[in-house]
């Protein structure tokens, strides 16, 4: 199924800096959340160390009396705090087993009763409640007799105003506190989004002028700092020159063909012109014909061998190679060849070691070995010598054409692989200049290099082809 990309009409620093002061409000939240919670649960125990002080100094007061706890020496407790209103004042009462207040300290009387909260388990007891509208906190703190029986409860309770004011405080610092620092990273992201982002506009730019006329043009490489931007502007100018290079490949294929077509064309065409400018003899018009043919049939030869190079000069033989035994593919094609050569009037040697795998394409390998031995068949006299070698050579195999025929001067040893290259010594000679280029391009390929040297002319000449040399592969038992 075709993934569909939704449009966001958004830039990419926009993005960037949203991406930014999200993360930077989740973070900031979430520290404010657990700054505020604990700061929360430390204050609430702080107040609770505060509920149970004021416990300690009253109960040393409390004694069972008939009707439930009774303070004793109410004049010392009546202290400030029992009386103080407010905030700082505590709130004390004496309760029943069952509940029931038996005593209430003075400040409780400026204020709405107080529902009893305590639960029938005998143990200290701490509740946050509201108290008119205020928050408060009580304590309540079961009174057992000598005998272990419970006789009643105290019960402590203070106001959490100024806890719950501190709390209020924190929680709007820190809002306000995320509000602004999101704010300054959606401005602060956007602000280095852009900086960082500039370069890709330069590239942009860049990239926009390169067209199929200028592929010369290459986007700069920013900085000298190795970062993921010089990376893809170099990774662009390496297409670029792939690209090039194609686009070379296939100029130089139209020239060429044009170039290599239109000179047998134009003499097709005299001939036939000439043949029809008067009525000829029918052995005359056979004749021509009969050039005719050769003729096209050079011109198929040629077009075939270009088109044979453009699909060489595709990486796929690379792809397609498989290590093959050289030794067995110059055995199969000396079959055809002995009796060619033989019939050319030339002697063959051949010296062949053991096997000698290489990797390669086997009907391209085949190739290589028909050039190389149709080229010494061609351009050696009769009465001449082949000689035909394989050997193993510092992690190397050499495939050896030599013979002793017309040779050539040393400076045109670096042309022969050039297409449509022919040697001076070679006019006369059927071909099309494009036999040793294939040779190469298979040969480059497949990892390997070509070589040739001559003596000079009439003094023989010798190609090496030199492959790196391929593991032996496992053989089926
Ligand atoms: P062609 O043989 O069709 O001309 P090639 O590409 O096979 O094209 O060879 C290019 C040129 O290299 C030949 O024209 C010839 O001058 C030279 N050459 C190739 N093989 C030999 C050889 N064995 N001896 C001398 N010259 C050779």
Known sequence: MMRRWKLVPWSISVRLALWFAAAMLILLGLFSAFSYFTFHVARHRDFDQHLIHE????????????AGPVFVALDTLRSVAYQTDGIYGTYVRLLRPDGEVVYESPNFARHAPLPVRVQPIQEP?????????????????????????????????????????????????????????????????????????????????????????????????????????????????????????????????????????????????????????????????????QEALRDVERMTDTVRGLLHLARLERTDTHERARPIDLVERCQTRLKDWQPRLMRAGLTLDVVLPERAWVCGV??????????????????????????????????????????????????????????????????????????????RAIVEACGGSVHAWSDGPGRGSTFEVRWPACPVPVLPA
């Open 362 to 439: 086997p009907e391209y390998l085949d190739e290589v070995l028909d050039n190389l031995l149709a080229n010494a068949c061609k351009y050696t006299p009769p009465g001449g010598r082949v000689r035909l070698e394989v050997h193993q050579i510092d992690g190397q195999v050499r495939l050896r054409v030599s013979d002793t025929g017309i040779g050539f001067d040393p400076e045109e040893a670096a042309h022969l692989f050039d297409r449509f290259y022919r040697g001076r010594s070679a006019e006369g000679k059927p071909g099309s200049g494009l036999g040793l280029a294939i040779v």
């Open 55 to 66: 416990t300690r100094q009253l109960l040393p007061f409390v004694q069972q009396g008939i």
């Open 125 to 289: 007891q701490v509740y946050s409640h509201v108290w008119e509208d205020k928050p408060a906190r009580t304590r309540y703190t079961p009174l057992f007799s000598e005998e272990g029986r419970l006789f009643g409860w105290l019960e402590v309770t203070g106001f959490e105003w100024s806890l719950h004011r501190e709390l209020h405080h924190l929680g709007l610092v820190l809002g306000l506190g995320i509000l602004l620092s999101t704010l300054l990273a959606a401005v602060g992201g956007y602000w280095l989004a852009r900086r960082a982002l500039r370069p890709v506009a330069v590239l942009t730019a860049t990239a926009r002028q390169i067209g199929a006329d200028n592929l010369e043009a290459r986007l700069p490489v920013p900085g000298e700092v190795r970062d993921e931007l010089s990376e893809l502007a170099e990774t662009f100018n390496d297409l670029l020159d792939r690209l090039a290079a194609s686009l070379e490949r296939e100029r130089r294929f139209t020239d060429n063909a044009a170039h290599e077509l239109l000179t047998p064309l134009s003499a097709l065409r005299s001939e036939l012109e000439v043949a029809l400018r008067r009525q000829r003899s029918a052995a005359y018009y056979h004749e021509v014909l």
